[in-house]
T-cell receptor
């Protein structure tokens, strides 16, 4: 079946430092998966951070970026300078369209002031 | 802004009882989903409904059943809960398979 593996948390980063959360995927039932990063802020519901539907393309939102790399089956999430408000749980996911989403286990990110 | 509403927030019950969770979306979406997030934080899809038709049904125990009265509502019923049903249940909706919007979740504890 399809699966997503991401950095095991919690990940602690100091404010203004750079961040990378690794995500690799295996899509056995979907020929051209769409890739997503979802985020859950404290006290809020899961929400879409960014998505990329074409291999080789980059998605970006709120200073975060992720590139769909079909060769390495990766979709790492990066940010050049994190803020305290970025503290949340981040989920990498793949899907056929936005349907049938398969999620990773989530990575808790803690930003130290 | 919350547009997918779930009730209750929390529910504690005994093994063997029946429970029902409600989900309502006000986004005009045509597809709704139920996910289960277990103690290992793994989030797995359980059901999805499109225009009252079940279109995805991952292998879940038969004691689980989705119930839809219209495209804005998708409830989840668990008949005779078991300890392994303790989890957070998330409801979501989408329009024609585009971005899914999630509710805040219902945490179930089975004693």
């Amino acid at each position: 079946g399809d699966s997503v593996t991401q950095t095991e948390g919690p990940v602690t980063v100091s404010e203004s430092e750079s961040l990378i959360i690794n995500c690799t995927y295996s899509a056995t039932s979907i020929a051209y998966p769409n890739l997503f990063w979802y985020v859950r802020y404290p006290g809020e519901g899961l929400q879409l951070l960014l998505k990329v539907i074409t291999a080789g393309q980059k998605g970006s939102s709120r200073g975060f970026e992720a590139t769909y790399n079909k060769e390495t089956t990766s979709f790492h999430l990066q940010k050049a300078s994190v803020q305290e408000s970025d503290s949340a749980v981040y989920y990498c996911a793949l899907g056929e369209g936005a349907d049938r989403l398969t999620f990773g286990k989530g990575t808790q990110l803690i930003i130290q002031p | 802004e919350t547009a997918v509403f779930q009730t209750p927030n929390y529910h504690v019950t005994q093994v063997g009882n029946e429970v029902s969770f409600n989900c309502k979306q006000t986004l005009g979406h045509d597809t709704m989903y139920w996910y289960k997030q277990d103690s290992k934080k793994l989030l797995k899809i359980m059901f999805s409904y499109n225009n009252k038709q079940l279109i995805v049904n991952e292998t879940v125990p038969r004691r689980f059943s989705p119930q839809s009265s219209d495209k804005a509502h998708l409830n989840l019923r668990i008949k005779s809960v078991e300890p392994e049903d303790s989890a957070v249940y998330l409801c979501a909706s989408s329009f024609r398979g585009y971005e899914q919007y999630f509710g805040p979740g219902t945490r179930l504890t089975v004693l």
